[in-house]
């Protein structure tokens, strides 16, 4: 018996529903699609959308990797590590992005969803590397507890991103 065992369910629920929101995400975009984007747009969706589909890839990511039958979680610390690195680097890139956009003045509660709390998450991965070697077990469990973390923030931050568009479409099109 591996530390890994015990833990299909958990991944299998979590990553399908990161790929199904990552999908639906997707079929918002496409709907609204019809729109005319500004650049200013563009700029805002790299800042506030695209980080949505990043974090829920990571949690697809992190299922395909956790489900699949290693003998130890070795290669499993590495990989996650290496994911969590990866995505400290990337919320500094989100916060320059949020930082450059000029269509929306980022207000704290953005700051916390879009940034600091994926960048925890992402630090709890790169720790659980660094766990894994004191105790297998713990690192899982905050490997888990990273990946709800970006699954929770994708939703809220996907959801903030349609309704905005919705509301600022419709009040876009009263005006035109």
Known sequence: M????????????????????IGLQF?????ISGRPVTGGEAQAGEAFSTPSVVNFGVVLLLSAVLSAPWQGVGVVAIVCGLVGLGGI???VVVARRMRAQTLYQPVLY???????????????????????????????????????LLLFVGINNA??????????????????
């Open 2 to 21: 591996t530390p890994l065992d015990g833990w299909e369910n958990f991944y299998v629920i979590v990553g399908s529903s990161a790929g199904a929101l």
């Open 27 to 31: 079929v918002v975009l496409t709907l």
């Open 89 to 91: 680097a990337y919320s």
């Open 110 to 148: 953005d700051w916390v969803f879009y940034v600091m709390l994926p960048l925890a998450a992402y630090a709890t991965l790169a720790g659980s590397a660094f766990a894994a070697r004191l105790s297998a077990r713990a690192s899982l469990f905050l490997v888990a507890a990273a990946a709800l």
């Open 159 to 176: 959801w903030d991103t349609v309704t905005h568009l919705v509301f600022v479409g419709r009040e876009g099109k009263r005006r035109g």
